[in-house]
Nanobody
């Protein structure tokens, strides 16, 4: 079982930055692909970014590419999402997720591939 706890959300002006963190419990964090998703009011949860268990491969949604950076520290069992040049359309609840397929060859980019979810952290970007 893996428990995920997000932090770092908040209110920011357009063009600003935020760094989200997701702390994981359990001994197998370093074996999991980790992802970030977001859900805006009235919309479905959508993929934002993911990082392979080794940290060497990442994937991003087109809408955040070049603005967001996902990273991980396996020693701290933590995954990060650095968000720069934020836009009002980035406003959403951001969720951390873990794909429990050990040492997965591919980076999962759909919500159905993830087994564990955090409770979410709100990000609000004012124009």
């Amino acid at each position: 079982q893996v428990q995920l706890v997000e932090s770092g959300g908040g209110l920011v002006q357009a063009g600003g930055s935020l760094r989200l963190s997701c702390a994981a419990s359990g001994r197998t964090f370093s074996q999991y692909t980790m992802g970030w998703f977001r859900q805006a009011p009235g919309k479905e949860r959508e993929f934002v970014a993911a990082i392979k268990w080794s940290g060497g491969v990442t994937a991003y949604a087109d809408s955040v590419k070049s603005r967001f950076t996902i990273s991980r520290d396996n020693a701290k069992s933590t995954v990060y999402l650095q968000m720069n040049s934020l836009k009002p359309e980035d406003t959403a609840v951001y969720y951390c997720a873990a794909d429990s397929s050990l040492y997965a060859a591919q980076v999962a980019t759909t919500r159905h591939e993830y087994d564990y979810w955090g409770q979410g952290t709100q990000v609000t970007v004012n124009s």
